[in-house]
């Protein structure tokens, strides 16, 4: 193989390489959206659920005594949610 011969395949396998690294680098992107859009997603239903739970909190300060074991359940039920929606959205951070 000749000089001419020798530079073509290096060539070849540069561009090669450079090939491969493209490909990765457009499945690593394509990854990170689809991860960036699963956290936009959880942190999205969260804060629903700090809305909810702020609602709540404002129905225990308004509830009368009548109202107040309801009022109190529905808060700790809303409490939970938010507890478990925090969980789950702080789990996938801990998994990175």
């Known amino acids: 193989m000749n000089k001419q011969e020798f530079k073509a395949k290096a060539k070849e396998s540069i561009d ?4 491969k690294i493209d490909e990765i680098e457009r ?3 394509k990854l990170k959206d689809d991860i960036s859009k699963k956290y936009e997603e959880e942190l999205a239903v969260l804060k629903i659920k700090k809305d909810k739970l702020e609602a709540e909190y404002n129905k225990l300060e308004d ?3 009548d109202e107040w074991e309801d009022v109190k359940k529905s808060f700790s039920a809303a409490s939970e949610s ?4 925090f969980s789950n959205l702080f789990s996938m951070f801990k998994k990175k």
Request: charged share 45%.
């Open 16 to 19: 090669e390489v450079v090939s």
């Open 27 to 29: 499945k690593s992107d």
């Open 63 to 65: 509830a009368t005594e």
């Open 82 to 85: 938010f507890k478990e929606g």
